[in-house]
């Protein structure tokens, strides 16, 4: 029995859309080739064949390798003897050439560069030498030695036994960890320990550690044990730390050498990309407030602080602490927080404080289990009120208002939101002050006494019994008192006015904005 295989004209299509990509990909490669290494396009497509790798580069890295090795004496022509020099990275290629240098190799070349491990760690300083890559003169231990600044002077001697004996790669660790003995006062576990969580300290320049170590010690004044304890510090780089210092200056108008301190991993962050987020944070108006209790904001790249930034407008629980001092938490932990916010809600919880949203998973598990739906303490309700009002009436001033009333911690911070906002347009910020407790009642309830309120010809169930009052007497502020009063009448002001029947919950139905938010995020 034969079987017939229908032809799939849509793999043809998808074979066609492949040779396509890679026939243009080609093309520009050799092209980029011709530009920045200056061959014509027989030679460039001779390279990309003989050598695969250069067709996963980009322009970028083509000339951040060239500058490297322009910058270390060689010519752009060496990568057209060695083309696959540009499959190592610039800072490595850049890290290798110091390296041998510190170790006294010389006049290093492309080989040298490609061959480096073989260098530092199969071959020993005798045979260097009798292979004429170190000079028989260099006395190794002693150069390598020079580039650490902070020996005691009543040192003599820094490694036991015949240094011809043992590898470049070896002798530089055993310089390094006395180095750190000395200074730091780092023990052998300790340093073993730090080589094995951190193993590219090993291919360090030492006068690199030793910079970033001066700038540690000398400049942000930090401790020996904060360095141990952060052992990633040693291996930071020191022009970029110095370009943090001395471009960034401060962060949430705390002096930066304080705040690395603090927060030790800052130092490793590239300072144009800290530059770039501390701009972005000033033009979505976060202040040095929300700044200072959340470097960690820092950690994050650019792009997803701002499209969380962006996303957060759109959800009505996240948006309602925007200006709270602590909002750049919820942005951090942005995913946990979408989370805790679907499964509190699938639970029929919504007073959310923000530490509910983005705090400690033993105190949100406390809270997920409790019975009941409440603020907690209510402090966010209370500053997201003294915001709303334009922050002319102290936190103390509205609580003594608000608490007033007995279910004030029940009510959905988001709702008190979206009532300020509708009341706002009518009323005076010292308006809804004197009246704060009807920022906890349903806005449909609300809008319906206004309406009553504006009607002539009341009758039935809906007769306020305001008929012989004239509404064009009254301010605005007592009118807001009237309509409290109406909301609270018919239960005997209990306070059991604020909830809301099932067929009429509150107006913005949020479960609905949150489905539609979740494929956002």
């Avoid at 580039?147 to 790669?169: A, C, H, I, R």
């Avoid at 291996?235 to 108008?253: A, C, F, Q, T």
Wanted: one cysteine or more; charged letters at 25%.
């Amino acid at each position: 029995m034969i079987l017939r295989i229908p032809f799939c004209r849509s793999s043809r299509a998808w074979r066609s859309v492949k040779v396509r990509s890679y026939s243009w990909n080609h093309e520009s490669n050799i092209k980029r080739l011709c530009k920045y290494l200056n061959v014509n396009e027989t030679k460039a497509e001779y390279m990309l064949l003989k050598n695969p790798v250069l067709n996963k580069l980009d322009t970028a890295r083509i000339k951040n390798v060239i500058e490297v090795l322009y910058k270390h004496g060689f010519r752009r022509e060496v990568l057209i003897e060695e083309p696959s020099l540009c499959s190592i990275l610039p800072v490595t290629l850049n890290f290798r050439f110091q390296v041998l240098q510190e170790c006294g190799v010389d006049n290093i070349t492309a080989s040298h560069l490609l061959s480096h491990l073989t260098i530092m760690k199969h071959k020993t300083i005798g045979e260097l030498k009798d292979s004429k890559i170190i000079p028989t003169t260099v006395n190794v231990e002693n150069r390598l030695a020079s580039y650490m600044t902070q020996w005691p002077t009543s040192l003599t001697t820094l490694v036991y036994g015949d240094v011809n004996k043992m590898t470049l790669y070896a002798l530089r660790l055993k310089i390094l960890q006395r180095y750190l003995e000395l200074v730091l006062d780092v023990s052998q576990n300790e340093f073993e320990r730090g080589l094995q969580t951190y193993p590219t300290i090993k291919h360090r320049p030492l006068q690199a550690i030793n910079k970033t170590l001066n700038i540690l010690k000398g400049q942000i004044l930090m401790k020996n044990e904060k360095i141990k304890s952060n052992f990633y510090l040693v291996h930071i780089d020191p022009e970029n730390l110095e370009n943090i210092l001395y471009n960034l200056r401060s962060i949430g108008g705390i002096d930066i050498k304080e705040v690395i301190q603090r927060f030790p991993k800052l130092a490793i962050k590239n300072c144009t990309t800290m530059l770039e987020i501390k701009k972005l944070l000033e033009e979505y108006g976060i202040g040095n407030e929300a700044q200072k209790r959340c470097f960690e904001i820092y950690t994050l790249s650019p792009s997803t602080i701002k499209e969380r930034l962006e996303k957060t407008k759109s959800i009505p629980e996240f948006n309602a602490f925007y200006n709270h001092p602590r909002f750049l938490k919820m942005i951090h932990y942005n995913t946990k927080a979408y989370k805790r916010l679907m499964n509190l809600y699938n639970n029929n919880k919504k007073c959310l404080s923000l530490n509910i949203l983005s705090g400690s998973s033993s105190h949100y598990e406390v809270y997920e289990r409790a019975p009941g739906d409440r603020l907690g303490k209510g402090k966010d309700l209370l500053f997201c009120i003294s915001q709303s009002l334009g922050n002319l009436y102290s936190i103390n001033d509205i609580g003594k208002i608000i608490k007033r009333h007995p279910f004030w911690p029940y009510i959905p911070l988001v709702q008190v939101k979206y009532v300020h906002n509708q009341l706002c347009s009518e009323f005076t910020a010292n308006d809804i002050f004197e009246n704060c407790t009807i920022l906890l009642y349903p806005w449909n309830k609300i809008w319906h006494i206004i309406n009553l309120l504006n009607t002539k010809n009341t009758t039935g169930t809906e007769n306020l019994s305001h008929e012989l009052l004239d509404m064009k007497l009254l301010n605005k502020s007592q009118k807001l008192s009237l309509i409290l009063y109406t909301l609270e009448r018919n239960h005997y002001f209990s306070g059991n006015g604020v909830w809301s029947e099932e067929k009429h919950k509150n107006i913005v139905d949020l479960s609905k904005e949150l489905e539609s938010n979740k494929s956002i995020l």
